[in-house]
T-cell receptor, first 112, second 114 residues
């Protein structure tokens, strides 16, 4: 049973608009969440993270929101740019063992 | 340039023929790990290493071995590959196991076992 789920395999957004990528988790022990970005033929690269003591973290055009009661987090990209076209992975970990549990990824396509 | 280097990038092999995928990092990181990525699934950890001579199983260790004789190298060994090990493999390194330390990934090794 997947503990971290990204229910949208792909998402298409117009350049300049907001992209919203969603992630749901089932394990209430998760207390640290990360987003990684992956281009074709490359490894994932770290994008942004959030601790469970916060409900929002912002870094330039990227903002991650955490809703602990709903066990849901989202990544907002504003404005979306062509270089944002990539696969985005959500990952979560618990303080008990720090093991990262990954979602299956969402492929974001930014249309010109 | 800080990087994690995996070799080979692509490999097609036959069932039962032993193979090794190499991984090397130049950032003096203590923590290294191997993942596999399969369609519809997230990255799953195969093995990890907290430091030299310290390795442990991840979520899907069956059929794999690792070693950490030097800090910079963490090879993944498939003693007798089977078709269900056809996958995309990533090596990663970070300063520590804590998730707030950024993990750096290699470019991946696409393995096909026929």
């Amino acid at each position: 049973d997947q503990q971290v789920k990204q229910n949208s395999p792909s998402l298409s957004v117009q350049e300049g608009r907001i992209s919203i990528l969603n992630c749901d988790y089932t394990n209430s022990m998760f207390d640290y969440f990360l987003w990684y970005k992956k281009y074709p033929a490359e490894g994932p690269t770290f994008l942004i993270s959030i601790s469970s003591i916060k409900d929002k973290n912002e870094d330039g055009r990227f903002t991650v929101f955490l809703n602990k009661s709903a066990k849901h987090l989202s990544l907002h990209i504003v404005p979306s740019q062509p270089g944002d076209s990539a696969v985005y992975f959500c990952a979560a970990s618990a303080q008990s063992n720090y093991q990262l549990i990954w979602g299956a990824g969402t492929k974001l396509i930014i249309k010109p | 340039e800080a990087q994690v280097t995996q070799n080979p990038r692509y490999l097609i092999t036959v069932t039962g023929k032993k193979l090794t995928v190499t991984c090397s990092q130049n950032m003096n990181h203590e923590y290294m790990s191997w993942y596999r990525q399969d369609p519809g699934l997230g990255l799953r950890q195969i093995y990890y290493s907290m430091n030299v001579e310290v390795t442990d199983k991840g979520d899907v260790p069956e059929g794999y071995k690792v070693s950490r004789k030097e800090k910079r190298n963490f090879p993944l060994i498939l003693e007798s590959p089977s078709p269900n090990q056809t996958s995309l493999y990533f090596c990663a390194s970070s300063l520590s196991r804590h998730p707030n330390t950024e993990a750096f990934f290699g470019q991946g090794t696409r393995l096909t076992v026929v």
